[in-house]
């Protein structure tokens, strides 16, 4: 896997993920909501699971996103999840939530021009990427 970061704000980080030999388009997006963890952020937990809920002070919500599916990039969804960890290593991790979303997509980059939309961000105007942070 090759990782690149397309972005990077107070609030968003959106990585490429490029397979090695295998077409494909690939981001990994990272979203940090800034508000507890709900429930609805863990819509597939099972009644049971649910009764053992503890929110935390914060929820960040990621995605992987690709116009394959997981299993045609011959990668696990283990590997995202270890990519995922390391890249939110420096994140107080008893404070805060995540989980991982594996959406796929016709059209990967279409979808990250609508969340890019969501933050006021647009990829063409290029005084927002002369600096480390597009904030």
């Known amino acids: 896997m090759i990782i690149s970061r397309e972005l990077k704000s107070n609030s968003l980080e959106i990585w490429k993920i490029e397979i090695p030999d295998i077409e494909s388009t690939n981001f990994l997006i990272i979203e940090d909501k800034k508000r507890p963890s709900t429930l609805k952020d863990y819509s597939w937990l099972s009644e049971t699971d649910k009764q053992f809920f503890e929110p935390r002070e914060n929820y960040i919500k990621v995605q992987f996103i690709s116009n394959r599916n997981i299993e045609e ?31 796929f997509n016709m ?23 002369k600096y480390l942070s597009q904030d």
């Open 73 to 103: 990039l011959n990668i696990e969804h283990s590997e995202i999840a270890a990519l995922t960890e390391n890249l939110l290593g420096h994140v107080a991790q008893a404070y805060c939530s995540w989980n991982l979303d594996f959406l």
């Open 107 to 129: 059209n990967p980059d279409d979808y990250i021009r609508e969340v890019l939309e969501t933050y006021g961000i647009d990829r063409a105007d290029i005084s927002k990427f």
